[in-house]
């Protein structure tokens, strides 16, 4: 083809679709802005005379908070503590009940005067509640889990968990239910609520640890309000989701049966979504569980600390043990509330019964406490497992980290350094060589295109927000780590998922699989990684990837499960291989749901990103965390805003493609 | 619009009958600001409408439902008939227009007073039944009793005598997943009529029934309202269900009513081809009267007599048992002969095709 015949096509393509121009473009601007770096340096720098100072503005804001805005019959201070006292009460008896026993008198005068419930009276209790709701497979699966804890000496650290847990998660379930009530009633709360929601879910904890430190104090309660911040925003989106799947009927029903709002919402929604709303309380007391151990760092003690500063003092061993406690009280915590959301649903009674017949399980589990207490006078074994009979696995991992690095030192470093030298720093350079110009009118243009002009300003002007605050560079930073680790992980997840879609018995190992990895707190995915590599970027990103791949291989596997049967009956009749199904028919109709699945992926790998900042990387996470450490609520909250526009850029971007394609295919 | 509101012969003939409920240029237009299209008085703005991104659900709904008649909305899918139902009970607000009931402004009323109007005077049945599964059967009918607070021995007495009404004694302690659809939609039947309402609404209550069980609460349904004698909203896209069941068939299309009668009326008379399309399949023996079919009388000889108001279907084994040229004398209640059906007119009706030319 000549080349007058290309330059005839190129403008008709262009006049087709006017984004190809766009972007060349945007493109075109960014090789020119590179090349003529001296003239704009303000393109790639952004001049820190023009930084917006919030986090100055946030911090004074906190300061006059705490000392001088005063209501005249109390301060804010004041109200502040007098509502943490009101938490902390609730929350000390419940310790008292399951850790300390109640006591009389302060520190070693302290005198008992009536004992805890004992571990044998818990593990039954639990058990039972267990095959209540279940079946006895259950039963073994809660009773092992909490043996564990008294084998292992971690009874009394769990207990501690155990009660701030208790606390937190109803509370985080009637505040979640009684906002996703107000939100589900009045359309214009809701508009207010959902982005709150989004920010919630995506500024890392510890931005918001500070700020609760200094209003609340470094204790117990502090630690389980942060729990409930983190905790309730699931609880509100699964509430309304559940009232507004409420078939349309039932409600209907319920107003011709005459219920005013109020009995319309206790008496025909509430129940009619019970199931849907018992999901959300398995996502609280999992986000509760998930907490516990950067609780800990406000003044949570129990197994969280345990791990902490077991990891602080690199002692592996010990930091293990606590670790799969918390694993395994999630595991437990996680299977009941789970058994109880899917429970089948009784059948009529038949005829009147005893109370023995009515009630089998509470008299049991009431006998059983009673005759612990009144033994445990006489056998203190029923009170206190004795020390004597707890094992210990703390040197055994203590020396297989030992062996492991001593023998395979090279390989691992050898590993280590090829990813580093060829892939991941050069990716760094690239980004952070970019003008952030440019990056913003990527980011523009790319919203623009996939959802609309709104979309486009939206993503832009967030990815403003970043340089106009300062903390361009280590956005990019953040954006190279988070961007490697989700590349790698669906590199590795996509495969799984296909695999696990096509052949059924990968399907139940992989479910299995998954599931417990998802019950495990993210910090614990941070201990192995530091033992192999110690700290750094790539163990960072590893640790990353490990948590963050769960949700793409669960979204590929179920977005292939879900197409329609006879749309793969009708290409097999047409002819096609497995693998042309595969190509031709499965993975673009599954494509929408496995971005919905790269979109969790990234969510989840920007809040594990945040937590590795204790392995040293130099991103968003490791402002907050030095913030942190320095009590400075401005610079945490800023660069914690930071990390949720990322999340909200891309979490915007995708959904925005895949409703898009869904509707494009007819999916929705 | 082409719409024949007259009062069905069958209603006119008895005393005057009284006027349940009046629907009157009734609207329902859906899209953003619809209000807009409409002035103080209800008129609309129909170039504006037909401009906009609007979808009208319900066009200008004229019709009166009589006390103790059974009045049936007949219309496909997103004919609008659901929602023109929603509009009566005020489930869905109406754009524009009025319902009268029992003389009441019932677009005018309270939100305290619509509540109550639903506890005391209406019920309804829903096409998926829409029972509460938390709660066993007799807790779905006790519920309307319930929020109105009514203690609960006096609640459940009055539960259990609906329930027994609708044949499901024995069964009040079940849940609703244990119960067959026929069964569930009975419940539904139970729970509607616990307040003994003054009107009853039916959504399509039997459309998600096999064939068989429909045909069975169809004979319930009948036998109900034969004990009850409620003035009923039925609604259906089964145009044989219509027919089986209505005292008046109101046939909509595109949210518009196109033509209100009893089922003789729409097979004697389809106002449009669309009509037409219904009454195709319908035996017309079983609508038809032998008095729509008679003649004048001309020094006949009868062959014997028939009832002006039983259906052909019902007269059919005799007429066709007599000779071939036999006539018969239609008679009226009070005995009178007022006109006179030739075997051959009869055996023309079942064998002539049914589409007119």
């Known amino acids: ?668 | 619009m082409s719409q024949a509101a007259t009062p069905d012969s069958k209603a006119s003939a008895q005393s005057e009958p009284s006027i349940k409920i009046a629907c009157k240029n009734v609207w329902k237009v859906f899209g953003s600001n619809s209000a807009a299209l409409f002035d103080a008085d209800g008129s609309v703005d129909r170039q504006a409408l037909e401009r906009g991104n609007y979808i009208s659900a319900v066009c200008d709904a004229n019709f009166d439902v009589f006390e103790g008649e059974i009045f049936i909305i007949m219309g496909l899918s997103g004919s609008g008939k659901s929602t023109l139902l929603r509009c009566m009970t005020r489930l869905i607000e109406p754009s524009a227009g009025s319902i009268q009931f029992d003389s009441q402004d019932l677009l005018k009323v309270t939100e305290a007073e619509l509540i109550n109007l639903r506890r005391h005077k209406m019920g309804m049945v829903f096409q998926h039944f829409a029972l509460l599964p938390n709660r066993t059967v007799l807790g779905n009918v006790e519920l309307p009793l319930e929020v109105q607070g009514i203690a609960k021995a006096d609640r459940q007495k009055r539960a259990l005598e609906v329930i027994e009404l609708v044949g499901l004694d024995g069964r009040e302690e079940y849940y609703p997943r244990e119960l067959s659809g026929g069964q569930q939609q009975r419940v539904g039947i139970a729970r509607s009529l616990a307040v003994e309402p003054d009107i009853w609404f039916l959504d399509e209550p039997f459309s998600a029934l096999d064939p068989l069980i429909r045909r069975e609460m169809q004979d319930e349904f009948l036998r109900l309202q034969n004990v009850l004698q409620k003035t009923i909203v039925f609604i259906t896209h089964d145009f044989e269900e219509a027919i089986r069941l209505a005292d008046r068939i109101a046939i909509m299309k595109d949210g518009a009513i196109i033509q209100i009668g009893t089922p003789e009326d729409l097979v004697l008379n389809p106002a449009t081809d669309y009509v037409e399309e219904f009454i195709q399949d319908i035996p017309r023996a079983r609508v038809l009267s032998t008095a729509s079919l008679m003649r004048e009388v001309a020094g006949d000889t009868f062959a014997g007599s028939v009832q002006a108001k039983s259906t052909i279907d019902a007269e059919l084994k005799r007429i066709l048992n007599a000779d071939q040229d036999a006539v018969f004398a239609v008679k009226n209640e009070q005995g009178d002969i007022i006109g006179a059906l030739p075997r051959g007119l009869v055996v023309d009706l079942l064998t002539v095709s049914k589409r007119k030319q």
């Not at chain 1, 509502?83 to 300390?100: F, G, H, I």
């Not at chain 1, 299995?512 to 750094?536: E, K």
Request: overall charge positive; glycine content about 8%.
């Open chain 1, 1 to 668: 083809m000549s080349s007058a015949a290309l330059l005839e096509i190129i403008p008709l393509r262009l006049r087709s679709n006017p984004w190809i121009s766009l972007w060349l473009a945007v493109f075109a601007g960014t090789i020119i802005l590179m090349l003529a770096k001296e003239a704009v340096p303000l393109a790639f720098k952004y001049p820190s005379a023009w930084k917006l100072p919030l986090d100055v503005w946030i911090s004074s804001f906190m300061k006059w908070l705490i000392n001088d805005l005063d209501f005249g019959l109390f301060t804010f201070k004041e109200f502040t503590r007098a509502m943490a006292w009101l938490v902390e009460q609730p929350y000390l008896l419940v310790k008292s009940l399951l850790s300390t026993g109640f006591l009389k008198g302060t520190g070693s005068y302290a005198v008992q005067v009536f004992p805890r419930v004992s571990w044998v009276a818990l593990i039954a209790g639990l058990m039972l509640l267990a095959h209540y709701i279940k079946d006895w497979k259950l039963s073994a699966l809660v009773g092992a889990c909490f043996l564990y804890l008294v084998v292992f000496g971690q009874w009394d650290s769990a207990m501690v968990t155990l009660s701030s847990i208790v606390i937190a998660v109803p509370i985080g379930i009637v505040g979640g239910l009684l906002m996703g009530i107000v939100g589900y009633r009045s359309p214009r709360f809701r508009v207010v609520l959902m982005p709150t929601l989004d920010l919630m879910q995506t500024v890392p904890v510890f931005a918001y640890l500070v700020p609760i430190l200094l209003l609340f104090g470094f204790s117990a309660v502090s630690a389980m309000i942060a729990t409930i911040i983190y905790a309730l925003p699931p609880m509100v989106r699964v509430t309304l989701l559940a009232l507004d799947q409420v078939s349309v009927e039932v409600v209907e029903a319920g107003s011709m049966a005459g219920c005013s709002p109020r009995q319309s919402m206790m008496k025909v929604l509430l129940p009619s979504a019970r199931h849907s709303l018992m999901v959300g309380v398995n996502q609280v007391v999992m986000l509760s569980l998930n907490m516990v151990i950067i609780a800990s760092m406000i003044g949570a003690g129990g197994l969280g600390h345990d791990v902490l500063s077991a990891l602080r003092r690199l002692k592996i061993g010990e930091g293990i043990e606590a670790g799969v406690a918390i694993t395994l009280l999630a595991i437990a915590l996680d299977r009941l509330s789970q058994a109880y959301a899917n429970r089948s649903e009784p059948l009529h009674a038949v005829g009147q019964q005893s109370i023995w017949a009515r009630h089998p399980y509470s008299l049991t589990f009431a006998g059983i406490v009673g005759l612990t207490w009144f033994l445990g006078i006489y056998f203190p074994v029923l009170d206190t497992y004795p020390e004597s009979w707890q094992i210990t696995t703390g040197s055994f991992w203590d020396d297989l980290v030992r062996y492991i690095n001593i023998n395979y030192f090279d390989v691992l470093e050898g590993f280590k350094n090829f990813l580093l030298l060829n892939i991941m720093i050069p990716f760094k350079r690239f980004l952070l060589a970019l003008p952030w110009i440019s990056v913003v009118a990527v980011v523009g243009l790319g919203g623009w295109q996939l959802g609309g002009k709104r979309l486009g300003l939206l993503t832009a002007s967030l990815a403003t927000f970043m340089a106009v605050v300062g903390l361009w560079a280590k956005a990019m930073v953040t954006l190279y780590l988070c961007g490697m680790a989700v590349i790698i992980a669906c590199l590795i997840g996509i495969p799984i998922g296909i695999l696990a879609a096509r052949h059924d018995r990968f399907h139940g190992f992989v479910s299995v699989a998954i599931d417990t990895l998802q019950t495990l707190p993210s910090f614990v995915y941070l201990m192995p990684v530091v033992m192999l590599f110690r700290v750094g970027d790539f163990a960072a990103m590893l640790a990353v990837i490990a948590y963050a791949v769960t949700p793409i291989i669960r979204y590929t596997d179920h977005g292939i499960r879900q197409i329609a049967p006879h749309l793969i009956e009708a290409s097999q009749q047409a002819g096609c291989t497995r693998n042309q199904v595969l190509t031709k028919v499965q993975l673009p109709l599954a494509l929408p749901h496995i971005m919905l699945g790269i979109n969790q992926t990234i969510m989840m790998a920007l809040s594990m990103l945040v937590i590795t900042a204790l392995v040293g990387t130099r991103e968003l996470g490791q402002e907050v965390y030095i913030a942190l450490t320095k009590a400075d609520t401005g610079r945490g909250i800023v660069a914690g805003v930071c990390v949720a526009f990322i999340a909200i850029i891309a979490d915007r971007m995708i959904n925005a493609w895949a409703s898009r394609r869904k509707r494009e295919l007819g999916l929705d």
